[in-house]
């Protein structure tokens, strides 16, 4: 896969999909039944899916000449619930029309 946007829709779908597993499962288990492994194990993926997915940020500024508006719109979608989908289907399907 050397298309960066697909490349960056593979990221943000794991790091859209961790975020929603820390808050919709391991969040309620460890605070409705003690399980505070779930927030450890999840969080920790969570993490560094979300690293990698602002170090993904910095590579489409390079590689494809991202403006900083619609990197800023990236960053905003990865710490908002759904917000990778959003910014795929409104963004990145633009962006992949267009290319």
Do not use: C, N
């Not at 829709?9 to 961790?18: A, F």
């Not at 820390?22 to 993926?45: E, F, N, Q």
């Amino acid at each position: 896969m050397k298309d960066p946007i697909k490349q960056f829709k593979v990221i943000g779908y794991l790091e859209g999909m961790s975020f929603l597993l820390l808050l919709g499962l391991a969040m309620p288990l460890k605070y409705g039944l003690g399980m505070d492994m779930a927030v450890t194990i999840v969080g920790s993926a969570h993490g560094a899916l979300f690293v990698l997915y602002i170090a993904a940020i910095f590579y489409m500024m390079v590689r494809v000449r991202w403006s900083l508006f619609t990197a800023l719109l990236a960053f905003i979608a990865s710490i908002v619930p759904f917000g990778p989908f959003i910014f795929d289907a409104k963004v990145l399907k633009q962006q992949e029309t267009t290319a």
